[in-house]
């Protein structure tokens, strides 16, 4: 086969990952756990074509370049021993670089679409430490439901990949995600990491808290215990972004329309609703909440001011082939 199209989910953090051991090989300081979502999805189809000078992509009909892409296309092309360069077609079904995690999405897809073009079999183990090396969320994304990334000891990296905790199935969730800026970010994740690990005095404290809150966490998930999870979340997603204001120049991620949704999810807790919010390196906010409080939750955050759409929805599968 030289063609094959595959569909990944978004993710969202539950325990963060901001910080990189080894920047070279994408290595992360710490694990994370996540949660894959069914609603946000990257449909990818890779081609291997012997008659492209280099590799190509198109994302929602524009040209993309294809810098990040290389290494894992290079080390897919090696391993398959073909020489042959890559058109990459890939549609995104929400916001792009806006803090919804299309990179996760993005090189999940790109992953399992470029392997199945080059004829490889891969476990998905394998594919999730080759996910990595495009991006770190993107290792979370070849599982479904419940899933936590494992930092790894070795310097190369066969060991930092993701592994399933529990199914979707097992334990639903509801995220409902307030979109309050659909314009890219001005901070990348890489660049903010890197600057937190170089200019934060937190950094080192950042990084034994996420040892701690993953041992947690793996309980709460086992247990389902949905309080436990969502104040857990909560506490760490502010915790990440306590040290990016603490880095020197600040990272400050939030609009006007982040605190706003943050104070109305908060009232509504105070009301009885059992919902909690989690921030990743953007201004979208993404409240979680049992299934039966999602319409509350919508309802809630649609009527924030600043909130210009908002998306509900539960959790999804792994990354999978479509042809
Ligand atoms: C805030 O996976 O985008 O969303 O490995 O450099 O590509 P790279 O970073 P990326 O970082 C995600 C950061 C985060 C937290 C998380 O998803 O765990």
Not at 88 to 100: K, M, Q, S, V
Not at 165 to 186: E, F, H, Q
Request: aromatic share 6%.
């Amino acid at each position: 086969m030289t063609t094959a199209t595959a569909r990944a989910h978004s993710n969202i953090a539950l325990i963060k990952y901001w910080g990189k051991r080894d920047a070279a090989r994408n290595l992360p300081a710490a694990g994370s756990i996540s949660i894959t979502l069914e609603g946000l999805h990257t449909d990818t189809r890779v081609d291997f074509d012997p008659t492209l000078a280099a590799d190509t992509c198109e994302l929602d009909g524009e040209p993309v370049a294809t810098e990040r892409m290389r290494p894992l296309l290079d080390h897919i092309r090696a391993r398959a021993a073909i020489e042959s360069r890559a058109r990459i077609i890939t549609h995104n079904n929400f916001p792009t670089g806006a803090g919804l995690a299309s990179s996760a999405s993005g090189f999940a897809a790109l992953t399992l679409a470029a392997t199945a073009a080059a004829g490889l079999q891969l476990s998905r183990r394998q594919l999730s430490t080759l996910a990595r090396l495009g991006s770190g969320s993107a290792a979370r994304s070849l599982f479904g439901g419940y899933v936590e990334m494992l930092r790894g000891s070795a310097a190369d990296g066969h060991d930092a990949h993701a592994v399933p905790l529990l199914d979707a199935a097992d334990w639903p969730l509801a995220v409902v995600v307030a979109i309050t800026d659909a314009d890219a970010k001005a901070v990348d994740s890489r660049r903010g990491m890197t600057a937190s690990a170089a200019g934060s005095p937190f950094y080192a404290s950042w990084l034994r808290q996420t040892d701690a809150d993953l041992v947690a966490m793996r309980a709460i998930i086992a247990q389902h215990d949905f309080h436990a999870l969502g104040a857990l979340a909560e506490h760490n997603c502010l915790k990440m972004h306590a040290l990016m204001l603490s880095t020197q120049p600040a990272l400050l991620y939030w609009n006007g329309a982040t605190v706003n949704a943050m104070h109305a999810l908060r009232a509504l807790r105070k009301d009885g609703v059992p919902v909690y919010f989690t921030i990743d390196a953007g201004p979208q906010i993404k409240a979680l909440c049992p299934p039966e409080f999602a319409a509350t939750t919508a309802a809630t955050l649609a009527a924030v001011p600043g909130v210009q759409s908002v998306l509900r929805t539960g959790l999804g599968p792994g990354a999978h082939l479509l042809s």
